[in-house]
């Protein structure tokens, strides 16, 4: 569900589905590995099936603790279904699409 790596970004990779079911345990997932956020944050969301507006809640954690650090999140791999959905809640608007 959850990878984070701690390389030339943190790369947080999603995969499956990010809801309500599961959004509690991404959220101590990204806490407990990401302390303090000392490098930009890369999002991939390739692999990711489904999010619902719990999933759409811990990206906007994950951004908001990178803006608080000065670091920027950058959103890779959004098609399809999932896609639109960051596309219609205006969550492209604060992540940067690459």
Do not use: C, P, W
Not at 1 to 23: G, S
Not at 25 to 45: F, G, P, T
């Amino acid at each position: 569900m959850i990878d984070i790596n701690n390389d030339k970004l943190i790369t947080i990779t999603i995969t499956e589905r990010l809801d309500a079911t599961n959004a509690d345990e991404a959220r101590e997932i990204i806490e407990n590995k990401i302390s303090s956020i000392d490098k930009d944050v890369l999002i991939d969301v390739d692999s990711l099936k489904y999010i619902s507006s719990a999933g759409l809640q811990i990206i906007l954690y994950i951004a908001k603790e990178a803006k608080a650090a000065g670091k920027q999140t950058f959103l890779h791999g959004a098609k399809g279904e999932v896609g639109e959905i960051f596309r219609l809640s205006g969550f492209l608007t604060f992540l940067k699409e690459i």
